[in-house]
């Protein structure tokens, strides 16, 4: 499995950017795919997450409201639509998929995770 995250870059605070991410390889069906994002001497933190199956989403209480994840089946994509951008939001963004089901107290830790990709960064100047 090879995921290919894109659509980093640089905004103003209150902007907007979306980043996709590509899987290849195996398909997302049946499994979760999440975004988490790594600050500058920072450990790497949860974004948001969803399950293929009932599209249920999650979200870490820094973006929600602010940032909407949805899933693309047929073309083996997630994406991250993020706004309001903030300063605080300048990281590293990496994508990521279960290879299983993790329960739902797990969705959110970097472990329930087994494939990443290689990370698209993210600048919101202030």
């Known amino acids: 499995v090879q995921l290919q995250a894109s659509g980093g870059g640089l905004v103003q605070a209150g902007g907007s950017l979306r980043l996709s991410c590509t899987a290849s390889g195996s398909s997302v069906s049946n499994y979760a795919m999440g975004w988490f994002r790594q600050a500058p001497e920072k450990e790497r933190e949860f974004v948001s997450a969803?399950?293929?199956?009932?599209?249920?989403?999650y979200y870490a209480d820094s973006v929600k409201g602010r940032f909407t994840i949805s899933g693309d089946n047929a073309k083996n994509a997630v994406y991250l639509q993020m706004t309001s951008l903030r300063p605080e939001d300048t990281a590293v963004y990496y994508c990521?998929?279960?290879?299983?089901?993790?329960?739902?107290?797990?969705?959110?830790?970097?472990?329930?995770?087994?494939?990443w990709g290689q990370g698209t960064q993210v600048t919101v100047s202030s």
């Open positions: 969803i399950r293929w199956s009932g599209s249920t989403t």
């Open positions: 990521a998929r279960t290879s299983g089901r993790p329960i739902t107290s797990e969705m959110k830790r970097a472990r329930a995770y087994d494939y």
